[in-house]
C-alpha cells in the first residue's frame, strides 16, 4: 500500500499523516503503509523542528510546487493520495490530478478534509473540496452539515465520510499531579491584536501568581520566525519578555500529547487541542472573556459545559463537559475511538477493488467560470489543469541556487509579516 499526503503547513501535514494510518486497509497483508510526504512550498512550508515535533515518519519526505507533485503523481504509482491543503489548493488539485490521470485504469483515491472544527466558511470551504472520492468529516455534526450543503446545490454527497481527528489518543485522566498543572494552550491568528494577546499573557501570569503551587505552562505552536497553518504577527514570546512572570511559569513546545499527559486543566480561547483534551476527559475550559464571537471561534463550543472566565478560574472553577455534546463532535471519549475510521476503510477497499471514474468537481469552467480561473491560477494551472506557460519547475527540478533563493525569499517574508508589518501598522495608528 503506497500513500501520498500533499501538505502545505505542520497541523495540515500532521492531519494528513496520521490520517493516511488511520484510513489504510487493514487487510494489506504487506504491512504498514509506505508513506511519500509532499509539502507544498509557500510562506507555511514546515521547518525540519516542526516536522520533528508532529511526530509522524514519512519514507520520503520533499518540498515541491503544485506542478512539481502534479509531475510526481503522472509518473509514480500510488494507491491513496490524501490532499491536507486550504480548499483553493484542493480544488487545485483536484483538477490538476484530473488531467494527469486522465486515460489511466487505475488511478488513485483521492482524500481529503478538514484539519479540525469547521466553523467559517462552511459552504466555500465544502465545494472547494468537492469531487474528492473521499471528503472526511471529522464528527456526526460535520458529516451531517457538509451532506447538507453538498445536497443543497445539487451535487453528489456521497463523498462524505464520518471519522474522527487523527490526532486523538493518550490515556485518559485519572486525577489530579503533582504539582496540579494548567495549560493554556495558544493559537496563532486567534485572537489576533497585542491588546487582547497581552491582556490573555497578564491573566495567565495572575493565575499563576495567585496559585504558586500550580505549575502554569503557556504552550506554544512556533518559535518566532517559523510559520503555521496561520500568520502569527504577535508571538507570545515576544509579548512575554515585557512581563515579570513567577517562577511556576514556563513557555513550553513539544508534541500536544505529551503536554497533555501532565495536564489538570486545560485552558484555550477555540484550539483543536480542547477536543483532544476532552477526548482524554481532561478539566476543559474555553474562555469567554473576549467574547463568544465567530471571529474567535469559540461559538462552537457553546451547549459544551465548557465556556468560562479566567475570573472563574482564579477561583477554582472545574468545568464539567456535556456528554451528549462531545458525543456529537467527533471526541470520541467513549471508548470508540478504534472504530471511528472503519466506515472510511470499508469505503477505500471497495473503491481499490472497483473501477473508479474520472474525478468529478463541482465547480468547472463551466459551472463556475468567474471564479475556478483564479484558484488554478494561484497554483499556475490553466483552466483544465494543465501548467500555465512560464510555471515555476514545470520540467525540471530546482537546482541548488534556486533552492537557497527559495529559503532566502521565504525568510525574508517571514521576517516582514512579523518584524516589518507590525511596525508599519503601530505607525499608521499614530
Known sequence: MRIAVLADSDTRWKWGALTSHRIAPREDAQGAPALSGFLLRGRATPTPRQLAEVGVHADSLREVTAVEFLRAMAEESYDIVVIALVGGGVQAMLHGLKRVWEGREKRPVVVTGYVGVVYEKLADGLLLRHGADLVLANSRQDADRFRAVYEGVGADASSVTEVALPFLGGAAYEGEHDPYTVVFAVQPSVPDTRKDRTYLLNRLIQHARLHPEREVLLKLRSKPGEHTTHIEEQPYQK??????????????????????????????ISSTAALESLHRRIPTVVLTDLGVREVLGNHHFVGSGCLASWDQLDAGYRPVADPEWVSRQGVVADGSYETAFDAARERIAKLLAGDRSPLTPYYTPATAPGYLPGILARHHLGPDGSPLPGAPAADREPGPVRQIVRRAARGAYRHGVQRVAPVIRRMGEL
Not at 240 to 254: E, S, T
Open 239 to 268: 509579548l512575554v519578555q515585557r512581563l515579570d512572570p513567577p517562577a511556576n511559569f514556563r513557555l513550553v513546545y513539544g508534541n500536544m500529547g505529551e503536554v497533555l499527559d501532565r495536564t489538570d486543566l486545560l485552558v484555550t
